[in-house]
């Protein structure tokens, strides 16, 4: 069993990379987040380089030896200080308290890490994890009307702001 209070975001670390690829080569979930339509578009090699070029991109960790899943922070317009927030978990840490302690925590490390005043995200309208960025005080701005094509059916997308 596990605490959330025991998780730790850190830099990318090769030990990670297995259960990192699994997590990243599920194409449901994938379509979930907006990230493929087809097994053909995910290729971890190239996609972990773009992470590793990312002004932002963590792994979540949990007692120091399993890893929770991973955030990202994209698009980073340096003088609007905002960009575009993503969160990943595996299954079994997702409805625990897991992302909401993950992104309290990465609010704080964005802040001082590269002095971010806003947070944005895009998410698929569908996703479970709306409940958490409204909890989590994230504002709706808008709804792209069938935005995302994941292969069988069209998408609405939300976004959502939340200045930190």
Not at 86 to 113: A, H, M, P, Y
Not at 124 to 130: I, L, M, T, W
Not at 145 to 162: H, L, P, Q, S
Request: glycine share 6%; proline share 2%; aromatic share 14%.
């Amino acid at each position: 069993m596990y605490s959330v209070t025991d998780i730790k975001l850190r830099r990318h670390s090769r030990v990670f990379e297995p259960e990192l690829d699994t997590l990243y080569s599920n194409l449901e979930l994938q379509k979930l987040l907006l990230g493929a339509i087809a097994a053909s578009d995910l290729n971890f090699k190239s996609w972990l380089l773009r992470r590793k070029s990312d002004p932002y991109f963590r792994q979540i960790i949990v007692n120091e030896k399993e890893l929770v899943g991973y955030v990202q922070f994209v698009d980073f317009h340096k003088n609007n200080r905002s960009g575009y927030l993503g969160i990943c978990l595996r299954e079994k840490f997702r409805n625990s308290g897991f992302g909401t302690q993950t992104l309290n925590l990465t609010f704080v490390d964005l802040k001082k890490q590269l002095g971010v005043r806003k947070v944005l995200l895009k998410v698929r309208k569908d996703n479970p994890a709306v409940f958490l960025y409204e909890k989590l005080g994230f504002d709706c701005v808008g709804e792209l009307k069938n935005e995302y094509y994941d292969g069988n059916k069209y998408w609405n997308v939300i976004i959502y702001e939340k200045f930190i």
